[in-house]
């Protein structure tokens, strides 16, 4: 596609169940972010990947947050044994390097 | 730690008028700036940037202008139309890491 995907775009979950999230870059991009953005809230960086290498990953909150972007394309953002404050839009971007970042319309994840 | 400040969450302008966001940071190490629009369940757009060598750039209606002694860049949209409305944020990133900092955005309401 032209833009970044990323599904689901909603995910409802009960608390201590793993999720995983899901982004596909703009083919080409070799730099990937996931950021989080609470409501009224400006997006937090989580991780970014150049190609599959992950090259900062001091913004996720805790050892249950995990992502992978193995073939350096796709990429998977895991939250294991899930927490109500986990609650949040996730949202995925791609760029070229140090270029502008191009966002995925989000998943919103909702943890019950 | 918030390293970009927007410390007007809202504005309102009269359609026609000009409409000024303003950003402050803090880490004097930023040398590329980023605005991006966002409508209600959609993800942040691209508007304009500025690299620090630079103090204005300009595209259409969009201007930023950047103030390195005094860490603040502002975005100025002229004349304001009633499509303008919604949430910006900017954005700030040392060129050679590629983490990007955002701003928690001013919602912009432009009045017909």
């Known amino acids: 596609g032209a833009g970044v995907s990323q599904s689901p775009r909603y995910k409802v979950t009960k608390r201590g169940q793993d999720v995983a999230l899901r982004c596909d870059p703009i083919?080409?991009?070799?730099?990937l972010y996931w950021y989080r953005q609470a409501l009224g809230q400006g997006p937090e960086f989580l991780t970014y990947?150049?190609?599959?290498?992950?090259?900062?990953k001091s913004g996720l909150p805790n050892d249950r947050f995990s992502a992978e972007r193995p073939e350096g394309s796709i990429s998977t953002l895991t939250i294991q044994r899930t927490e109500q404050r986990d609650s949040a839009m996730y949202r995925c971007?791609?760029?070229?390097?140090?270029?502008?970042?191009?966002f995925g319309s989000g998943t919103q994840l909702s943890v019950l | 730690d918030q390293q970009v400040k927007q410390n007007s969450p809202s504005l309102s302008v009269q359609e026609g008028r000009i409409s000024i966001l303003n950003c402050d940071y803090t880490n004097s190490m930023f040398d590329y700036f980023l605005w991006y629009k966002k409508y209600p369940a959609e993800g942040p757009t691209f508007l304009i940037s500025?690299?620090?060598?630079?103090d204005k750039n300009e595209d259409g209606r969009f201007t930023v202008f950047l103030n390195k002694s005094a860490k603040h860049l502002s975005l100025h949209i002229v004349p304001s139309q009633p499509g303008d409305s919604a949430v910006y944020f900017c954005a700030a990133s040392v060129n050679t890491g590629n983490q990007f900092y955002f701003g928690t955005g001013t919602s912009l309401t432009v009045i017909p």
């Open positions: 500025i690299s620090s060598i630079k």
């Open positions: 083919s080409g991009h070799v730099s």
């Open positions: 971007a791609s760029s070229r390097p140090n270029e502008k970042l191009f």
């Open positions: 990947f150049n190609y599959e290498a992950q090259q900062d």
